[in-house]
């Protein structure tokens, strides 16, 4: 049995995170941390989970984490991972971290968006946690940085045709929208119900943190710098996740060649569907699940190539890609624990 713990369990990707290790046949779950229900049970943050997971919540502890887990979930504001990661991995056990402390390897690119960083040391050996892009290094990884929802989203359509020197590099726009359970638990006047509800908006636009995060990537598999424009946008629905990324093709190159890329890419992995012509992504479609379904268009007239994605931003895009990441690192078949069957409804 894998001993988990969940550090920032009461948050909406920590909380996600433990409903999916409550149903994992491998997993305990052997400590939640959780500064605001420390001592009360974790059904009493989430009643939905009552006789189901009946572990009390505790201060943080990272010794007793250290000492209780062979992994922790760090599923806490950026910053803070930073100062935990060395001693819980000093301890012997394995990090999954959801905040962006260890996505990139450059310390300059991380600090350029965020703030100084405090464990350089560590961002050389920690591992970029899209789990069907990076699967071999996630294996051996101690360390892994869970991509955010918006890079997973757009990145996972992108990287095959990148690879593939099918797309017109200098010409990628990312048009992405995300429910408000994106902005986090903690209450805020921007997510307040009467601020969204019949509310649909762009924020952040071209200055979002996740844009050179998705840089990086792309860079990375395009072997030279590659930038893009990128806009979200918040809608007013709690969970789900659509982007619609525009580039134009490299050369002549059709619809189905395109596809087929795609599909050779992502053929062995479980969590990628390509949608049938004329049968876009649609969020509903991937509800509460680890998938991610994209779909591909072609505009002759203009020579451009649209792709769309849909995802659970507090799946795919958080909780799910972290619980597929531990299996990755503990040798478990990447569906353990996710398999879960969409709504319907």
Known sequence: MIRAAVAGGTGYAGAEIIRLLS????????????????????????????GRVSVVCEEMNPERLGRAADVVFLALPHKIPMALAPGLLSSGCKVIDLSADFRFRDPALYEAAYQPHTAKDLLRESVYGLC???????????????????PTSVLLPLVPLVKAGLLDLESIVADSKSGVSGAGRSPSLTVHFCEVAESFKAYKVAVHRHNPEMEMVLSREAGRSVTMTFVPHLVPMSRGMLSTIYARPSAAVSVEAVRDCIAAC????????????????????????????????????????????????????????????????????????????????
Not at 36 to 42: H, M, N, R, T
Not at 136 to 149: L, S
Request: charged share 20%; net charge neutral; hydrophobic share 35%.
């Open 266 to 345: 992502y053929s062995d992995r479980p969590f990628v569907r390509l949608r049938p012509a004329g049968m876009p992504p649609d969020t509903l479609h991937v509800r509460g699940t680890n998938y991610c379904d994209i779909g591909v268009v072609s505009d002759e007239r203009n020579r451009r190539l649209i792709l769309m994605s849909a995802i659970d931003n507090v799946g795919k895009g958080a909780a799910g890609q972290a619980v597929q990441n531990m299996n990755l690192m503990f040798g478990l078949p990447e569906t353990t624990g996710l398999d879960q069957v969409p709504h319907a409804l």
């Open 23 to 50: 149903g994992h046949p491998q997993v305990q779950i052997a400590a939640i941390t959780s500064r605001q229900f420390a001592g009360q049970p974790f059904d009493r943050a989430f009643p939905s989970m009552a």
């Open 132 to 150: 069907e892009v990076y699967t071999e290094e996630i294996r051996t990884a101690r360390i892994v940085g869970n991509p955010g929802c918006y």
